[in-house]
T-cell receptor
């Protein structure tokens, strides 16, 4: 089974500052990793995903994440945030196995990013 | 049209009532899921289905049931709603490696 820990429940930051949202996972099998964003009163949108290959993954809206297998982490970063980035961000993991529940997506509890002017 | 459509978008119901939340998809995916979102808890898996004949319980299935009427349709029922089932409910589909596609959610309030 997999589990995900998002280390910060809230992250306040000023506009144009860099930000890092931290995510650690636990799994007994190889994993796929995802970051989703939820804007206020909206559904979930995929920001980026790691399936294999390069450990640095680039996503939409200028976000990127780095897969670190030894530290079992998948932290999300943006070099300069905007007011419009204010949202809740969810890290999620699934096992690479296709059968059974391994492929189910397990979510962290979310990090609320608040960008202040 | 949206890839994953949930109805209704909002619903207020009374304790003890039966309610059904519906989900349909045009992605052609075999896998469908129902999640519940509560503030501070993230999303928790209620039920998942790999095809019409394969339905499985998730982390928090108690008090819920589902029906997979077709590849494209997956309904969630609360047989006797209770206030702590007040939450935001999401349906999702998946082709496994490319992540999930989520519906816009159903906000359910049980009074």
């Amino acid at each position: 089974a997999q589990s995900v820990t998002q280390l910060d429940s809230q992250v306040p930051v000023f506009e144009e500052a860099p930000v890092e949202l931290r995510c650690n996972y636990s799994s007994s099998v190889s994993v796929y990793l995802f970051w989703y964003v939820q804007y206020p009163n909206q559904g979930l949108q995929l920001l980026l995903k790691y399936l294999s290959g390069s450990t640095l993954v680039k996503g939409i809206n200028g976000f990127e994440a780095e897969f670190n297998k030894s530290q079992t982490s998948f932290h999300l970063r943006k070099p300069s945030v905007h007011i419009s980035d204010t949202a809740e961000y969810f890290c999620a993991v699934s096992g690479q196995g296709y059968g059974g529940s391994q492929g189910n997506l397990i979510f962290g509890k979310g990090t609320k990013l608040s960008v202040k002017p | 049209d949206a890839d994953v459509t949930q109805t209704p978008r909002n619903r207020i119901t009374k304790t003890g009532k039966r309610i059904m939340l519906e989900c349909s998809q045009t992605k052609g995916h075999d896998r469908m899921y129902w999640y519940r979102q509560d503030p501070g808890l993230g999303l928790q898996l209620i039920y998942y289905s790999f095809d019409v004949k394969d339905i499985n319980k998730g982390e928090i299935s108690d008090g819920y049931s589902v029906s997979r009427q077709a590849q494209a349709k997956f309904s969630l029922s609360l047989e006797s709603a209770i206030p702590n089932q007040t939450a935001l409910y999401f349906c999702a589909t998946s082709d496994f490696r490319n992540g999930y596609t989520f519906g816009s959610g159903t906000r359910l309030t049980v009074v």
